[in-house]
């Protein structure tokens, strides 16, 4: 057994935090631990924390500003036209209004109502709804994100200046909302490499631009199109907020902090903090980042007033904000990286006896999988979450679904696999649990203190290949953190380093696609730099995984090598500062690769292959693997022309790849 010391900045877990030893000491500032105040304006939900907040903002407002509860992309530009129209944003899910908002849109005695999106975001029976309460009911929808900010910028005044931020997450525009509001600017969207011609048409009109964030989400290319740019970034979501508070001298009397972790706060949260002209912070569940400590000191911020309940943001924040004395003891998460042979699956357990397992390996794992729930005697997953759809990943949550074990909620990907195996997960998954298909920045909501869960791949609208469409969930538990990679390759490590690298650094890195050649790039480790691998791989397995380069990448960077092949299961225990291996590392001594070494190929005989080697064909999966079987012998590769869906274009291609043969 290892036990690992994490070499991070001082430790929250187990220290008394003073005001005056930590973070509040303010030079040069006369304020003093006892003139700070720290508010908190919360409901039970983000339904009611939002009806809380326009409590607090407005006793009337003829106009009310509605945007979807369960995404952001319509409502990120939704501030400055929430402060031109004086109204609060309230929330509503898709399809119906909820009774909380109906409520307060009452109170308000309001007389009209503008929906933020199309109705794919906040359907017809919500504008229904409206009408018949009387309201006079307008939306501002666009085909998608960007054409809907900028429908949103032409109901503003004319501007010299414009906000461009990324459109595929949410903090750096919820974070300068409050200034574009009160400046009358609006807030425009881009993507990472390229201005969206909705946005670009607008921009023709502007004279001046901020740019708001680095260049992992708003590239040089769009920086270098952009009419007479100013960028303002940080190292990550919470330094560039506490940079677009000291760059643009935003008021300091009264700061708003919400957490960045989750959009919905901090958007109804803006137009408050727009109207009563104060700053938006954003923090972690648990901590005050660095970045935000630094801010505070340097500007003496003593108002604070904390959006959402201690679920968004914990008591640990605000006695941390107050200077008040501070002891965490977050429990203990335990990671389960389970034998499954060549293929994924890891339980972990939470420090709330919340259970999230991700993958199942192959359907031959999944009794014995089941059978390791049981001896946990764990009757109810919280979360499962299928990587992608290949076999070795879904085959065995089939049997979990098929078992007694209760499943709340199941995360898949878009890209949907043309399988037996994959359509008989996907139905059960439908069947036995609320399934959702996720996409970058999305987030696990457990309910749980120190525990944070939040997918870094695919981003929203992406495409590609099964791989390339393959999760990716990043694990953080109060200072300890996991980066689950399923089989993600180099070509989604690149784009996890250009739009998720905040979220990269981590103790343990589940090594992407069992340790192959195609996965774990140079500066992928690098930028991940992990303390320990853990790699999932079957015995012997025909692949040859894990490839020496990987095995010689990691040696090479100092990293303790972990492998189910070789140690079984292996169990990772952490109390949110240090972890703990239940086995030893297996020892690789680093040999020099052949140079620009060639994947070895394993040829596929198609009259006598397996239905599971059968499918390591191109354009073969499940069904026509079964097919060929049931038309074999073949003479020729020619013949395949006789399975469903293999035509001339397909054929050659499967000549092509040169894994295909007839003996």
């Not at 979501?237 to 957490?259: C, E, G, M, Q, W």
């Not at 005697?377 to 209760?406: F, M, N, Q």
């Not at 049931?630 to 013949?639: A, G, V």
Request: glycine share 8%; proline share 4%.
């Amino acid at each position: 057994m290892k036990y690992f010391r994490l070499f991070k900045p001082l430790s929250l877990l187990l220290v008394t935090v003073f005001l005056f030893s930590l973070m509040f000491i303010f030079p040069g500032n006369d304020a003093k631990a006892q003139d700070m105040t720290v508010e908190r304006i919360s409901g039970a939900d983000r339904f009611e924390t939002a009806v809380e907040i326009s409590n607090e903002g407005w006793t009337s407002s003829d106009t009310v500003i509605l945007a979807r509860s369960d995404d952001f992309p319509d409502a990120l530009a939704g501030t400055p036209l929430a402060y031109q129209e004086e109204a609060p944003i309230l929330l509503t899910p898709t399809e119906s209004l909820s009774s909380t908002t109906i409520t307060e849109i009452e109170r308000l005695d309001a007389d009209k109502a503008i929906i933020l999106g199309g109705t794919a975001a906040v359907s017809d029976t919500v504008e229904i709804e409206l009408l018949a309460m009387g309201l006079e009911v307008e939306r501002i929808g666009g085909d998608n994100r960007y054409e809907t900010a900028s429908l949103i910028a032409e109901y503003l005044p004319e501007a010299d200046q414009a906000i461009i931020a990324y459109g595929g997450n949410f903090p750096d525009a919820l974070a300068i909302g409050s200034y574009a509001a009160q400046n009358g600017y609006p807030i425009l969207l881009t993507r990472t490499d390229s201005i969206p011609s909705a946005t670009e048409e607008i921009l023709t009109e502007i004279n001046n631009s901020i740019i708001v964030g680095g260049t992992a989400v708003i590239g040089n290319s769009v920086f270098e199109q952009a009419p007479n740019p100013t960028r303002i970034a940080g190292d990550d979501r919470f330094d560039t907020a506490s940079k677009i508070v000291s760059k643009l001298d935003l008021p300091l009397n009264k700061a708003y902090v919400a957490t960045g972790m989750n959009f919905a706060d901090a958007l109804t949260g803006s137009a408050l903090a727009a109207k009563n002209n104060a700053s938006m912070l954003l923090v972690r569940q648990n901590a005050v980042p660095s970045s935000t400590k630094d801010l505070i000191e340097e500007k003496g911020i003593i108002n604070f007033i904390i959006l959402g309940g201690t679920g968004a943001v914990s008591d640990v924040v605000e006695l941390q904000l107050k200077g008040e004395e501070v002891v965490i003891e977050p429990g203990e998460m335990v990671m389960h990286f389970i034998d499954v042979g060549q293929g994924d699956s890891i339980l972990i357990e939470t420090a709330c006896d919340s259970y999230v397992l991700i993958d199942g390996g192959t359907s031959g794992a999944g009794d014995d999988l089941v059978a390791y729930l049981n001896n946990l005697e764990i009757d109810r997953l919280d979360k499962v979450i299928a990587t992608h759809e290949h076999a070795d990943h879904v085959g065995g949550l089939v049997s979990v679904y098929e078992s007694p074990i209760e499943v709340d909620t199941t995360y898949g990907s878009e890209y949907e696999h043309d399988t037996i195996t994959a359509e008989n997960f996907r139905s059960l998954a439908e069947e036995h649990s609320v399934y959702k298909t996720a996409t970058a920045f999305d987030t696990l909501n457990l309910d749980c203190e120190y525990t944070e869960m939040n997918f870094i791949h695919p981003y929203e609208e992406a495409s590609g290949d099964i791989h390339y469409m393959n999760l990716v969930l990043n694990v953080e538990f109060n200072e300890f953190s996991a980066l689950i990679t399923g089989d993600a390759e180099k070509e989604s490590e690149n784009a996890m380093i250009n739009n998720a690298s905040e979220y990269l650094p981590s103790d343990i890195l589940k090594v992407g696609h069992h340790g192959s050649r195609t996965s774990t790039s140079q500066e992928f480790l690098e930028v991940v730099s992990p303390s320990t691998a853990v790699i999932q791989v079957g015995e012997d397995n025909r692949y040859g995984h894990p490839h020496e380069e990987v095995l010689n990448r990691l040696a090479m960077a100092g990293v303790d090598i972990y492998r189910t092949d070789i140690s079984g299961t292996i169990v990772i225990t952490s109390d949110g500062i240090d972890y703990k291996v239940d086995t030893d590392p297996y020892f690789h001594e680093p040999v020099d690769p052949d140079p620009d070494p060639e994947p070895a190929l394993t040829r596929v005989n198609i009259n006598t292959a397996s239905i599971e080697n059968l499918q390591e064909i191109v354009h073969i999966g499940e069904a026509r693997a079964q097919e060929i079987i049931e038309i074999r012998p073949f003479t020729s590769l020619d013949q395949l022309t006789q399975v469903s869906g293999i035509g001339p274009a397909r054929l050659q291609d499967i000549k092509d790849e040169g894994i295909a043969y007839v003996e």
